[in-house]
Every structure is written in C-alpha cells, then in structure tokens.
C-alpha cells in the first residue's frame, strides 16, 4: 500500500510540472500571424463523408501571441454564404490539438493535422445534431 501511495504522489508531480500555464504552445510554431489561405466543409452522416466545399479565396487572418492570447478576422465563403471569424480568444496547444477559449471556455478543439513553422492545418468538428456534424478544416500560412 505504501509503495502505491509513492507511485501516486510521483504521478502527480510530474503531471503538474509536466503541465505549466505558460506554456502555451510547446513547439512555438503556432505563435505569429497567419494568413487564412483556405478552408474546407464536410459533413458527415452517421459516420458517412458527404459533400465537401472550398473556399480557396478567404480573407483575413489569425493571430496567435506568446501570452495564449489570439485574434482572428477572417471570412470564407461556402454555397455562396459569407461567413466572419471576428473575436478575441485565449488558447494553448499541443503538438496534435490547439484548444481555442471564445466564451470563458474551451469551446473548440483543432487537430492540428500539419505543424510546422510556416504551415498548419488544423480541423475542427461542429455538431449539426446526433447524427450529423461538420469538419472545418483550415489551412494558415505565415
């Protein structure tokens, strides 16, 4: 028993060293400004891929601060529909998810699917309903 109180206690020290708050984005390649260079919309049905739109042509970009700290402004178009990204955020990142803070939680998750210093595409699912959702994919260029 004494030694599974030791394992323990050792687990969670190197959990909560392991894990610092300033450490927002442990491989640094997120940090600067992106250009929004394209995004995609897929949805899927029970588990089925349907239809799939680009937008090669957005606009705007996305900011991300040393600090966890980010800015996007950008649009992008699908069935001829205007869609605007403006807000503030907080975030912090892996090296395969960026978690995006929008309304005081952790609203959006990104699999970050390339990342590198110049590059990163990352998706992210929205529910449609129980059966349904929506992977946005987009790609961010420096």
């Given at each position: 028993?004494?030694?599974?109180r030791?394992v323990?206690?050792?687990?969670?020290?190197?959990?909560?060293?392991?894990?610092?708050?300033?450490?927002?984005?442990?491989?640094?390649?997120?940090?600067?400004?992106?250009?929004?260079?394209?995004?995609?919309?897929?949805?899927?049905?029970?588990?089925?891929?349907?239809?799939?739109?680009?937008?090669?042509?957005?606009?705007?970009?996305?900011?991300?601060?040393?600090?966890?700290?980010?800015?996007?402004?950008?649009?992008?178009t699908?069935?001829?529909?205007?869609?605007?990204?403006?807000n503030?955020?907080?975030?912090?990142?892996?090296?395969?998810?960026?978690?995006?803070?929008?309304?005081?939680?952790?609203?959006?998750?990104?699999?970050?699917?390339?990342?590198?210093?110049?590059?990163?595409?990352?998706?992210y699912?929205?529910?449609?309903?129980?059966n349904s959702?929506?992977?946005?994919?987009?790609?961010?260029?420096?």
């Open positions: 028993m004494k030694a599974l030791i323990f206690t050792l687990f969670l020290i190197v959990t909560f060293l392991a894990c610092s708050k300033d450490d927002v984005d442990p491989d640094g390649n997120l940090q600067g400004r992106w250009n929004v260079e394209k995004v995609e919309g897929q949805q899927f049905t029970n588990g089925n891929p349907g239809i799939k739109l680009e937008d090669n042509n957005p606009t705007g970009y996305i900011v991300f601060e040393s600090n966890g700290e980010g800015e996007q402004n950008y649009t992008f699908l069935f001829g529909t205007a869609y605007p990204n403006i503030n955020f907080r975030y912090s990142a892996t090296q395969t998810e960026i978690i995006i803070e929008r309304f005081g939680q952790a609203d959006l998750v990104w699999n970050r699917e390339l990342n590198t210093a110049n590059r990163q595409i990352a998706s699912d929205i529910l449609v309903n129980a959702f929506i992977r946005y994919t987009l790609t961010l260029e420096k």
